[in-house]
């Protein structure tokens, strides 16, 4: 589309669930928020480790259900000092994985944060939503609820007359 005629804007609602296939984790809970510049995933264990002769960022990922641990691997990663919610700049780990809204896949950078005190173990941020979204804060799950009724439903077995 040309600069003329923008890209239609998806409206997205205050919180979704939302996909990662690298980070093989789905509809996870997340929280728009246009208070945050950057994108937050919920992680354990941050560190930097040596495999293979490389320096890797290693990290971990909790399921839904809060009990499988995910440990992922990463050689493309950075740092960037970052403003959590109560204003205290932090350094972080940055990341860029891909994440899948509306159908859409979409290629972001989100900062590793133990965010099990908060309610939402993701948050989206203005640096992905912006020329994408349009937020609609009475609104929940419509990125998820597209998901679901385009889920192909399974046909009943035909039964036999007897």
Do not use: W
């Amino acid at each position: 589309m040309s600069a003329l005629n923008p890209k239609p804007k998806q409206v997205i609602g205050m919180t979704d669930l939302v996909d990662f296939p690298d980070l093989k984790l789905f509809d996870a809970q997340a929280k728009v928020d246009t208070g945050a510049y950057t994108s937050a995933l919920h992680c354990k264990d941050v560190r930097l480790v040596r495999a293979g002769g490389k320096q890797k960022l290693r990290f971990e990922l909790i399921d839904k259900t809060g009990d499988k641990v995910k440990r992922f691997y990463s050689d493309e990663f950075s740092q960037r000092m970052i403003r959590n919610s109560f204003g205290v700049a932090e350094k972080r780990y940055v990341i860029q994985t891909r994440i899948v809204l509306f159908g859409r896949t979409i290629r972001a950078e989100f900062t590793l944060a133990d965010r099990e005190q908060l309610k939402n173990p993701i948050l989206l941020g203005r640096k992905l939503l912006r020329n994408r979204f349009i937020v609609d804060v009475s609104q929940k799950n419509l990125s998820y609820t597209a998901k679901a009724s385009n889920r192909p439903t399974i046909a009943k077995p035909a039964t036999s007359p007897e």
